[in-house]
């Protein structure tokens, strides 16, 4: 399937997309321990911010008299006791897809907010191969979300040839504003917003999970991306 028009790199989300998601039932535990309704807009200031910012964007749906350091520091021990029941697992059928994405000829990157160490050579080691050599994962932690800086800033591609996968909506909102392609693959537990959120946002192309991906789908987001009609 190297056919493709337009698209020259995929950008794959780590947590929520090729592994499970082991952070937002954690906020909502952490805000529910403290008295506060978890809401989509708690979901959508907390979730997918740098740290630091969803630290202070908890203390204050929280009116806690903590710093967002200290309050996410709190945040990541209530982590690592929610993992030992509900451990990080890579998902089911994630290599088909890759496989499918890499037959296209185009580059594949995966980014996170965790560093590399944690978030792709601890778990996704085994897919390497299918990831660009030089570049195979984006720490964006920093500078979230990321869709400016891995285009522009890190692969030096027009933002139009960069499709991104990712389970929150705030990324396809940015990818909308710069015209970049976009799958959605939802977070999809009983607590989430993000279905509702990108199907508000008129985000064209939505899977429940990322081995759901198909050709047909490539190549109707490249289609859109060469007609310059992606976001009509």
Known sequence: MNNLKKIK???IDSDGVLLND???PVIKQFVEKRGIEYTADIERHVWGSPQVVA???MALACKLPYSGEATIKSFFKERDLYLKSHPVEVMEGIEHSLALLKETGAKIVCYGGRNKEYSFDKFLHQFK???DLEIPYVDINAFRPGVYEIAHDIFGY???EVVYFDDI???????KAFKAGFIG???NQSHNFQKAEMEKNNVKFMVDKFSELNESIINDVDCLLAQGSFWD
Do not use: I, K, M
């Open 158 to 160: 027009n933002f139009d």
């Open 185 to 187: 693959v939802p977070a």
């Open 129 to 131: 191969g299918y990831f």
């Open 9 to 11: 790199l995929f950008a």
């Open 169 to 175: 909506n705030r990324v396809a909102e940015v990818c």
């Open 55 to 57: 630290g202070h964007n």
């Open 22 to 24: 082991t952070y937002s």
